[in-house]
């Protein structure tokens, strides 16, 4: 029972810019967490937000939750090469215990 | 250094074949999780467990089994693996309930 899903399913953008990737989901959450891939490796933590916060920023991250919408945005600025990798937002439904759901994850390609 | 390892990294077996990847964490967790990825489905729990003995079913647990006899490692175990099992494996373990998860490298399972 899939709940995370993504948007845009892949983007492309020059070097500089800025890029946004949304999530939505299903049920009431405890908190909601974005991961990045690299091809094919395994998923680093980028940042968490709690379900009673609303924004939340890391260096060149920022988070937003709306919980009465059921969405996330990840925005990512002034994007390098580097940041050339797959995103994927995670949730922890109130169903407790130690489920997590991902979603399909946005593509990211950054040009030089 | 804080980790998660699997292994193995790479396996081809045959249907029906018996098999174990194992995973260990040295970051004295309570929470590990086993999710498999597939092109365009995002990550699926397969079976998570909140500690040593407590483990439970996440949203595609057929044809897998879990043990979680010690507290640094949780092996996923494939009884009679089937074609459908071909996936990229990833163990994950967590501090609590919620949090990061911290994701091993990744275990790709070919099943022919």
Aim: hydrophobic residues 30%; contains cysteine.
């Amino acid at each position: 029972s899939q709940q995370g899903e993504e948007d845009p399913q892949a983007l492309s953008i020059q070097e500089g810019e800025n890029a946004t990737m949304n999530c939505s989901y299903k049920t009431s959450i405890n908190n909601l967490q974005w991961y990045r891939q690299n091809s094919g490796r395994g998923l680093v933590h980028l940042i968490l937000i709690r379900s009673n916060e609303r924004e939340k920023h890391s260096g060149r991250l920022r988070v937003t939750l709306d919980t009465s919408k059921k969405s996330s945005s990840l925005l990512i600025t002034a994007s390098r090469a580097a940041d050339t990798a797959s995103y994927f937002c995670a949730t922890d439904p109130y169903t407790g215990g130690f489920k997590t759901i991902f979603g399909a994850g946005t593509r990211l390609f950054v040009k030089a | 250094e804080a980790q998660v390892t699997q292994n193995p990294r790479y396996l081809i077996t045959v249907t029906g074949k018996k098999l174990t990847v194992t995973c260990s964490q040295n970051m004295n967790h309570e929470y590990m999780s086993w999710y498999r990825q597939d092109p365009g489905l995002g990550l699926r729990q397969i079976y998570y467990s909140m500690n040593v003995e407590v483990t439970d079913k996440g949203d595609v647990p057929e044809g897998y089994k879990v043990s979680r006899k010690e507290k640094r490692n949780f092996p996923l175990i494939l009884e009679s693996p089937s074609p459908n099992q071909t996936s990229l494996y990833f163990c994950a373990s967590s501090e609590r309930q919620g949090g990061e998860q911290y994701f091993g490298p990744g275990t790709r399972l070919t099943v022919t």
